[in-house]
């Protein structure tokens, strides 16, 4: 049978693929870590309008508890606005984006700036109270080490 797998060949490959989501699950993946301090992204013309949108539509349907309802509802009205119906919602969002650019290039500065000292030494040592507290309260992970 040329081309054909045998049954080993299938089980190896189904072995190999149970291994990823565990390697996944048990390491952190390659993304850096987020910072806190980061200004989030400003929000775009039809999410401002999703916000009037949301609160006008549980006064209007109490009783709705559907999330995708909403959103389907809000997309539906919002494709049918008119540019002129839509400007006050953009004016909204590119007062928010101004401030957001604002924001990030305090952030870009203070990241070029570099960590105060006050910050490391902070960090180091809370980071010692806890090691600290983990060796008086004996919670063995050296003993399952050896």
Request: glycine share 6%; net charge positive; hydrophobic share 25%.
């Amino acid at each position: 049978m040329k081309g054909g797998k045998s049954k080993s060949d299938t089980k190896s490959a189904k072995l190999s693929v149970n291994k990823k989501p565990t390697t996944k699950a048990g390491k952190k993946s390659g993304k850096a870590a987020k910072d806190p301090n980061k200004p989030k992204r400003p929000a775009s013309a039809f999410f401002v309008f999703m916000e009037e949108f949301r609160e006008q539509y549980k006064k209007d349907h109490p009783k709705n508890k559907s999330v995708a309802a909403v959103g389907k509802a809000g997309g539906d009205k919002w494709k049918s606005m008119s540019e002129a119906e839509k400007r006050p919602f953009v004016e909204k969002a590119e007062k928010r984006k101004v401030e957001y650019e604002k924001n990030m290039k305090a952030y870009n500065k203070r990241q070029a700036e570099g960590p105060k000292e006050d910050d490391a030494e902070s960090e180091k040592s809370v980071s010692e109270v806890n090691d600290d507290e983990d060796d008086e309260e004996g919670s063995g992970e050296d003993d399952d080490d050896e």
